[in-house]
């Protein structure tokens, strides 16, 4: 049984249009990765070296992390995909019990005045 483990497949199980597809989504996540790279160091750089004004930073940062957080939930946590149902609606849920957490927590501890 354990004779045909060192030789090598003849030929793939997979199509080419299989192939083609896994290289194109490859692809897609090295690019989308590079995308989340630069727009860190944009961050970074936008704060560190006072390009931005002080009074636009934290929405500026925010918005980088809510496009890089839409990135990573769309290619690498694969919710294009279908049948991610359960997934979205977790996350989904998540958001709903997290927002109103930190919202009170930042109240509590008197960051925030109402």
Not at 48 to 67: N, Y
Request: hydrophobic share 55%.
């Amino acid at each position: 049984m354990a004779d045909n483990l060192s030789t090598p497949f003849e030929k793939s199980a997979m199509t080419e249009e299989e192939k083609r597809q896994t290289s194109k989504e490859i692809r897609k996540q090295i690019i989308v990765f590079a995308l989340m790279i630069f727009l860190t160091i944009i961050s970074f750089l936008a704060v560190g070296a006072d390009i931005i004004p002080r009074s636009f930073a934290i929405p500026f940062i925010l918005l980088l992390a809510l496009v890089q957080l839409a990135l990573q939930l769309i290619f690498f946590m694969h919710l294009k995909d279908k049948d991610h149902g359960w997934a979205t609606a977790f996350m989904i849920s998540g958001i709903f019990v997290t927002v109103p957490t930190i919202a009170a927590l930042m109240l509590l501890l008197g960051i925030t005045k109402y």
